[in-house]
């Protein structure tokens, strides 16, 4: 395996420094020559990290003087994103709501369009449905294989792209969510629904399904939040 490098090493740092608060938004970072100190390594390699954060969106740095910490919600892309996701130690509730929602519009769409152009294959993913076994990980996984793979089976290829990019996060969070009996036999029905539409429904059906369980599965996590 091929060794990380120290300014990534350093790069992973200073946003989970940033998203801790360590380095609150609007404030300046340490000189790139105490960064140097702290991390015991030169100042290319923290002006290295630096200007990648600075790419992203993370900082905004100035020639001279110490970078200072963006609002990365308003400056960031998606490689932000992904930094966030990476780091999901410190995700909120709330940004997980935001994921969601996400989901909610992006799902019925793949769905719709797997069923039209593969059908056969959806029914495909869904036949072993019976072996699922009633217990959080399993349902993580499933859930997840079956996002992924209903998003292969539309032609957009973009759609993956977009899954792949919260690959560690979502099982972690997925396992949070299949803990509660009640999420699991609503995901279950959800299942068992799309097989039906896949089997003998239309494209336009499936999607309505998708649709209304992204939106309970929405409700459900909401819920389970405001109670914790």
Same mark, same amino acid.
């Given at each position: 395996?091929?060794?990380?490098?120290?300014?990534?090493?350093?790069?992973?740092?200073?946003?989970?420094?940033?998203?801790?608060?360590?380095?609150?938004?609007?404030?300046?970072?340490?000189?790139?020559?105490?960064?140097?100190?702290?991390?015991?390594?030169?100042?290319?390699?923290?002006?290295?990290?630096?200007?990648?954060?600075?790419?992203?969106?993370?900082?905004?740095?100035?020639?001279?003087?110490?970078?200072?910490?963006?609002?990365?919600?308003?400056?960031?892309?998606?490689?932000?994103?992904?930094?966030?996701?990476?780091? =999901?130690?410190? /995700? $909120?509730? *709330?940004?997980?709501?935001? &994921? +969601?929602?996400?989901?909610?519009?992006? %799902? !019925?769409?793949?769905?719709?369009?797997?069923?039209?152009?593969?059908?056969?294959?959806?029914?495909?993913?869904?036949?072993?449905?019976?072996?699922?076994?009633?217990?959080?990980?399993?349902?993580?996984?499933?859930?997840?294989?079956?996002?992924?793979?209903?998003?292969?089976?539309?032609?957009?290829?973009?759609?993956?792209?977009?899954?792949?990019?919260?690959?560690?996060?979502?099982?972690?969070?997925?396992?949070?969510?299949?803990?509660?009996?009640? =999420?699991?036999? /609503? $995901?279950? *029905?959800?299942?068992?629904? &799309? +097989?039906?539409?896949?089997?003998?429904? %239309? !494209?336009?059906?499936?999607?309505?399904?998708?649709?209304?369980?992204?939106?309970?599965?929405?409700?459900?996590?909401?819920?389970?939040?405001?109670?914790?």
């Amino acid at each position: 395996m091929e060794k990380e490098r120290s300014s990534d090493i350093i790069e992973k740092h200073l946003c989970k420094a940033v998203m801790a608060g360590d380095y609150p938004i609007g404030s300046p970072l340490p000189s790139e020559r105490e960064l140097a100190k702290e991390f015991g390594v030169g100042r290319p390699t923290i002006r290295e990290a630096l200007q990648r954060l600075g790419r992203d969106g993370w900082l905004t740095i100035r020639q001279g003087q110490p970078a200072v910490v963006n609002d990365y919600w308003h400056d960031g892309n998606l490689t932000t994103l992904a930094h966030i996701i990476q780091n =999901h130690d410190f /995700v $909120s509730d *709330e940004f997980i709501v935001h &994921l +969601l929602e996400i989901r909610k519009s992006l %799902t !019925p769409t793949y769905v719709h369009d797997a069923v039209e152009w593969n059908r056969p294959k959806v029914v495909a993913l869904l036949a072993d449905l019976d072996q699922l076994n009633d217990d959080s990980n399993s349902y993580a996984n499933y859930d997840w294989n079956l996002q992924k793979g209903l998003a292969v089976l539309s032609p957009n290829p973009v759609y993956l792209l977009i899954l792949n990019s919260f690959n560690s996060f979502y099982i972690k969070m997925a396992q949070r969510y299949f803990s509660t009996g009640e =999420h699991r036999r /609503v $995901s279950l *029905e959800y299942y068992q629904d &799309l +097989l039906a539409a896949s089997l003998n429904g %239309t !494209p336009e059906e499936a999607e309505k399904i998708a649709k209304e369980a992204m939106e309970k599965s929405l409700m459900l996590w909401k819920n389970r939040s405001e109670k914790n």
